[in-house]
C-alpha cells in the first residue's frame, strides 16, 4: 500500500470515526525523505531500590523481604546513520512526558524528528514520576485536576477562550486536543534532585552531550550540568523555575499574578561549573512589558525577567549564557512550547545556528 | 564517531559511573542493517473531556469552567519503506507499558523494532490512565508497593531467588534492574471498557489491522475486535485476565493458589465476532500439571486452563482459534514475557509464521 494513501485513509476515517480526542489535522507539507536509524531502543537510568526487611514468602508473599525499583527515568533513543558526534537529551516540562518532543499538536514533526533528521542521535526522557517512569518511591494522589482554560492561557496560547491572534498554534479543535492530551501527571513529589540524578546516569551512557530542556526542565537541567561534565551545552526554552544563583547573589523574590517566583543559592564552586559550557534561553511571545492581573500573561514577565538576571549573573562569572527574546529578533506569536509551534522549523534553524556557532553540531 | 566505538563507550562509562537502575547488557550480536523508516510519530487517541459547570475566570482560575481531558491512550507509530498492507497495534500487560515491546532488559531489539525490521508498520501504545497516557478522569492514590519479588515469581522468572534452570532470561543483575524498572502504575483505576474504547480509536486511524496483546491486555484486546472490524487477526501473548464467553456458556471460576480467575458472560452476538478473525494465543514455560502451592506458577496453571475452554468456545462457534503452548512444540524457557525473552526472535518466527499462514502479512 502507498503511503501517501495510508495516510489520507487515515485522516479520512478518523474525521468520519473518531471521538473528541482521537485526531491530528492532516498534513499539507510534501512527503518528507526517509529518516535512516542504525539503532533504536529504550532504557531507564539513575533511580534506586528500596526493601521491605524480613524474607520473601513465595506462598504468601507480604512486603516483607521485597523491594521495588523507583525514580529512575525512561529514555527513548534513536541514533541515525553517519551521526554527528553528540547526541542531544531532551527533557520535558511540568505535566508533560517525552511526548512534548514529538509529533506536534497538529501533525506535524517535532524536534525528535527535526533533529534526528539534521544527524543528531536523539535521547527523548520520561523523567522520574512521570509517564513510562512512573514507578515512585514516594506515594502520591492522583487527582483529575481540571486545568485545560488554565493551560490555555499559562501555555500562551492566548486569552481563553481567544487564541492571540498572532499565535504560532493551528485553531484546528483537534490540535487543541492533541495538546491537551500530551498532559500526564507526577505519579511522585516533584524533585528536581531525583531528576538530575536520573539524568546524570543518562549523560554517563551517552557520552558528551547537548541537553535541550523544556519549561520546569530547566532546573533539573541546570543541575544535571552541575552533576555532570559531559553536558557539554544546553538549549533551555522558557526555563521556568528552579534558577539557581550563587549564595549571596541571589535575587530577590519576583511577585506576580500567578503567584512568587523565587530564586535559589548553591556554593559558588557549583555555579561556576555552568560557567564552563555555552547556554542558550530562547522565549517566545506576548509577554506583558508591565504587570498585569492576566495570571498566564503575568506568569511569565517574572521568569524572563529572573532569566535576564540569570544569564547575567553566568557571564559575570565568566560563562558564555544568551537569552533570545524571540520577538526581538522578529519572531512572533509562540507559545510556551516553541518547539511545537505552527515556526517550528524556523525555531529548529535557530538552534542550529547557535549549536554551530558553538561547534557543538 | 563510530557507531561501536559509541556502544562501547556507553558501556564502559555505564559500568563505571552507573547507580543500580542504570544499564544494560552490552551486546554481542553483530551489528544490524540500518532501518530505514518513511515516517514515524505520536497521538492521542479516544477519551474524553469532562468539565466542571460555571465561567472560567482568567485572572483567579478556580475548577469553574475549566474541562480535563483523560482517558485517552497514548501510541507512537513508525511506518517503515515499503510496508506490508497491514500494521500491527501492540497493547502491554498490567504494571507495563508501551516499553514491554521496545528494548529487552538485556538490551537487544524487542517486537517494536523487529516487527519494523518484518515491514510492518508498528503502533505502540500506552493504554488510558497508564504510562504516557496519565491523565485520567477519575482519581487514583499511587503506593509505592513492593512487588519486585512476587514479580520474579509471578513472570516466571524463577522462583525468588533462584532462576529456573532453563529460563530464557539473562542471568546479569543489570538485566533485572532493567527489567523491574519497567514497571509502572495505573494512573486511574483499571478499566477495560475505557481501553477498548481507546484501542478502537486507534484501529480507526489504521484502518485494517493486526493486534498484539500481552497479559492483562488480552482481555481489553477482544473487546477491540468486538468493537472494530478494523481488527484483522489477534496474536495474544499469555492472555491473563478478561476471558469472555457467550452468556449461558460461562465456564466456572478457577481457584489457584494466586487467587481465583473468573470468566465473564457476553451476548452471543458480541462474541460470535470474534470467530470472524483468526486467534493465536502463546504460553511459554515452567507451568505445573498439576495445582501447587507455588503461587508464581499456580496463577499460570489457571489462566492457561480458561484461555483452552476459551479456544474451544471459539471454534465451536465457528471461529479460528488456535493455542500454542511453546514446551509442546519443543521451545523452552519462556516467560511470560515471550517477547522479550532470550529466544524473542524464535518467538517472532513463530507468529510471522502464523501471520503468512493467515495471509495477514
Redesign the interface.
Known amino acids: ?1 502507498n ?1 501517501s494513501l ?2 489520507a ?2 485522516f479520512l ?2 474525521l468520519s ?8 489535522s492532516a498534513q499539507t507539507a510534501p ?2 525523505e ?19 526487611p524480613g524474607t ?1 514468602n ?4 507480604t ?1 516483607q ?6 525514580d ?1 527515568l ?1 529514555a ?1 533513543f534513536q ?1 541515525p ?1 553517519n ?1 554527528r ?1 553528540l547526541p542531544i537529551v531532551m527533557l520535558h516540562g511540568a505535566f508533560q ?3 512534548s518532543w ?2 506536534t499538536p497538529d ?1 506535524r ?2 524536534f525528535q ?1 527535526i533533529f534526528l533528521r539534521r544527524g543528531f ?1 536523539v535521547y527523548v526522557v ?1 523523567q522520574p514520576r ?21 493551560f490555555f ?1 499559562q501555555f500562551r496560547i492566548g ?3 481567544k487564541y492571540y491572534d498572532n499565535v504560532q498554534f493551528d485553531r484546528d479543535p483537534n490540535t487543541l ?2 495538546f ?6 507526577n ?2 513529589p516533584y524533585d528536581p534532585g531525583v531528576i538530575s ?1 536520573a539524568m546524570s ?1 543518562v549523560l ?4 558528551p552531550a547537548i541537553l535541550f530542556t523544556h519549561s520546569q526542565g530547566g532546573g533539573p537541567g541546570w543541575l544535571t550540568a552541575i552533576k555532570n561534565p559531559n553536558v557539554k551545552g544546553i538549549v533551555a526554552f522558557e526555563p521556568g523555575s528552579g534558577f539557581i544563583f550563587p549564595d549571596g547573589e541571589v535575587p530577590d523574590s519576583m511577585p506576580s ?1 500567578a503567584g512568587t517566583l523565587p530564586a535559589e543559592g548553591v556554593p559558588v564552586q557549583e555555579f561556576e561549573k555552568l560557567t564552563r559550557i555555552p547556554i542558550v534561553i530562547y522565549y517566545g511571545d506576548n509577554f506583558p512589558v508591565e504587570p498585569t ?4 500573561q503575568d506568569n511569565w514577565r517574572v521568569r524572563l525577567a529572573m532569566a535576564k538576571l540569570w544569564v547575567a549573573a553566568i557571564n559575570k562569572h565568566g560563562g558564555d549564557a544568551k537569552l533570545v527574546h524571540l520577538p526581538e529578533i522578529g519572531i512572533r506569536g509562540n507559545t510556551h512550547f516553541l518547539f511545537s509551534d505552527l515556526n517550528n522549523i524556523e525555531i529548529a534553524d535557530q538552534v542550529s545556528k547557535f549549536l554551530a556557532e558553538q561547534k557543538l553540531d
Open positions: 500500500m503511503i495510508r495516510n485513509a487515515f476515517l478518523a470515526h473518531f471521538g473528541i480526542a482521537a485526531v491530528a512527503k518528507p526517509a529518516i535512516v536509524i542504525e539503532e533504536q531502543g529504550s532504557f531507564s537510568a539513575g533511580g534506586k531500590a528500596v526493601t521491605t520473601f513465595n506462598k504468601a508473599p512486603s523481604g521485597q523491594s521495588i525499583h523507583g529512575h525512561y527513548f541514533i546513520q551521526p558526534p512526558s517525552g511526548r514529538e509529533t501533525g514533526e517535532g524528528t542521535p520520561d512521570r509517564g513510562r517512569a512512573g514507578n515512585s518511591t514516594v506515594a502520591a494522589a492522583i487527582e483529575p485536576t481540571r486545568y485545560d482554560q488554565l492561557d486569552v481563553w477562550p486536543t492533541q491537551l492530551t500530551s498532559v500526564t501527571p505519579t511522585g540524578h546516569a554517563d551512557r551517552t557520552g499574578a492581573s492576566e495570571r498566564g
